[in-house]
């Protein structure tokens, strides 16, 4: 998706997530394009939930749900509830309970900031999960950070 298709769908699910899911916040690609972070895409819209909102969120949005591959079991982290969904605005993916590796034990992820949280915050979960793709957005994001507000 484009930003601006990004934010399109962005503002279309805002209001279900506030009513569904709260609290939630958006993560990934789409939080660093929401920020202000020049990138050209983002392939969908992550959003982290609890369990209890990922479950509010597939009844509401049963219509929607895809078949989503299985994470890795010995990946950097795990939901306890995942599902994509193909909106008619775009993919959205929910992390319902996500938990991350930390210190060799995976714990819940806490995200502070509300529905879209800082660039110091999105930095920090980028680090945390550690992988090639995601070092390599908070690598574009420490530019974005140390360029300043525009």
């Known amino acids: 998706m ?9 503002e279309r699910m805002r209001s279900d997530l ?6 939630w916040s958006v993560i990934g690609s789409g939080a660093l394009i929401l920020l ?20 509010r969120l597939r009844s509401a949005w049963a219509g929607w749900l895809c078949a989503a591959d299985a994470k890795a079991p010995d990946g950097p982290f795990r939901s306890d509830d995942f599902a994509r ?8 993916e929910v992390m319902g309970g996500l938990r991350v590796v930390q210190d060799g034990a995976l714990k819940p992820l806490v995200i502070e900031g509300g529905p879209l949280p800082s660039a110091a915050e999105q930095l920090r ?16 994001l420490e530019t974005f950070i140390a360029r300043g507000p525009a």
Do not use: M, N
């Open 2 to 10: 484009t930003p601006s298709e990004l934010w399109k769908l962005f």
């Open 18 to 23: 506030d009513a569904k899911a709260a609290p």
């Open 36 to 55: 202000g972070v020049s990138l050209a895409r983002a392939s969908d819209l992550d959003i982290v939930t609890s369990v209890e909102g990922a479950g």
């Open 85 to 92: 969904y193909e909106t008619p605005w775009g993919p959205v």
């Open 125 to 140: 979960i980028l680090r945390l999960f550690g992988r090639p793709k995601d070092l390599a957005k908070a690598a574009q």
